[in-house]
């Protein structure tokens, strides 16, 4: 076994007697405090496995390291699991679990659990009977739902303690309210309690989404009151229906046949992942909202979604029966079915989760970088830093590529990237000076040699990292010219590989493949294609001239000195060719001159 703790005899003897069962197992350190909580669908399997084979991860490694001691809850079936770990997490924060925020500050809409319930909206969830809707992502959303809710019904907005035996004995008196319209009066039994509570239900009802059948119970009332000749009546359900359609309208974003489902997504960057949550009823989204997690192992994208899904449950509550994903998740949810859409409408609003996920880290990202600049670069640099294992942070950053078209006009580029960002000053391009032909790995060795030779002489500063266009060979080829200059080993090096994006490094056989969202490898393919670029339009601007010069250099008499005058003067051959005798002249003189109008205008 590989074994790689100190407590490791005890923990064996606790190991051996796990059960196959599900469960969640807690990690403790030798002052035993909780350092890590995880689930299992069972329970010895997966706790074996972190002691009998090796990690890639640095920090499951300290993890495994510092175990002592561990416990374990059985529960029925792995959903229990799930939420016995989540509820953990929450509690203990262990410091190799990921990070959940909690929910206290979010709003709700509360229906309150009294006679006449009142409806409005709390931060504080009492758990005394009353119905909670939430909570919200924004003030502003409540605010809006609460205003069509008292557009539509005349419920009471009085902090009164109304029961059967005070409205009998007339305690209360109908305030301003009731004068303006906006109550029905029940406290002096104005309104019955079974049609307050009547109005109650279709509030319900659209909290939880439900439009379409408030409408529909809206319509049925105004057509039975027209038929009953009970126009001012009739008129006043066809108000509320229109301003519920009118809502309905604004959210609608896909086909009304899409009737309840929720939708989950996520993004992810190197410290956090942003699970994406939609509530869709009726084709309208009725809720969104966007869990933040803080990432603090290796965790998987499937590993951060279930575990986002699990929190966003115990938050909002969804009932649907289907979950749209952006991928099928180990893992059965009771009597909920798992779609992973390839087209069509469903693919949209998975679409349009995945948007609002990435939008909120990017805005999350900016508000950080708004407060304090600073804060964005150092967190780019101390990435790199560490995915790259490097001593420094990489300031000073430059990048070598070659480039060539079937070994003509050979040419290379080194571009200058200073706290991420391009030094377009410091670019440099390169004529291959010593090798004949396409060899890259030569033509590598040789700009480097140049490269690092000059700044040696000039006593310029070297960079934090050298970043090369191409695999092991043109890496080797680099090591080769560094070494030259006794600079190998003093000056951090790294080749990028087109074909997967991998990262090689010296000595190493085996390469680095960062996550496609790193934004070590962002920053690494951003310097890589700015060397191409620069490298290729260097070369396309060689090729012409030298294509120009070709067939100038062609007529007889004509020589390089009289070439540059011209191509100075009339930018291009066309141009050379409309120019009349006497210009020609009296730019290169009367032979010249006729030499070269007779070559392009023959007898």
Known sequence: MIVKNKYFEHLKSIIDVLPDSPGVYQYFNSEGKIIYVGKAKKLKRRVTSYFVKNHDNRKTELLVKNIADLKFIVVETEEDALLLENNLIKKYQPKYNVLLKDDKTYPWICIKNEPFPRVFQTRNVIRDGSLYFGPYTSSYLVKNLLELIHSLYKIRSCNLKLDK?????????VCLEYHIGNCLGPCENYQSDEDYLKTIGEIKN????????VINYLKNEMIRLSEEYR?????????KVDILDNYKAKSTVVSPQITNVDVFSIDLDDQYAYVNFLRVVDGAIIQVFTQEIKRKLDETSKE??????????????????????PFKLNYAFNNIKQIVPQRGDKLKLLELSQRNAKYYRLEKLKQIEKSNPASGLDRILSTMKKDLQLKDLPIHIECFDNSNLQGTNPVASCVVFKNAKPSKRDYRHYNIKTVVGADDFASMEEIVFRRYRRLLDEKSSLPNLIVVDGGKGQLGSALTALEKLDLRGKIPIIGIAKRL???YFPGDSCPLYLDKNSETLKVIQQIRDEAHRFGITFHRNKRS??????????????GNNTIEVLLKK?????????VDLESLILEIGTHRGKLLYEYFHPK
């Open 304 to 325: 951060l979604l279930l575990l986002g899904i699990t929190e966003i449950k115990q938050k909002f509550f969804p009932s649907s029966r289907e979950y749209i994903l």
């Open 165 to 173: 035996e005070s409205i009998e004995k007339n305690k209360f008196k």
């Open 501 to 503: 994006e991998e990262i």
């Open 206 to 213: 659209i909290l939880k989404g439900n439009f379409q059948s």
């Open 231 to 239: 126009f001012e009546e009739a008129l006043d359900f066809k108000n």
């Open 545 to 558: 001239k030298s294509f120009i010069k070709s067939e100038l250099s062609s007529i007889e008499g004509i």
């Open 570 to 578: 009339y930018k291009s051959v066309e141009n050379i060719k409309s």
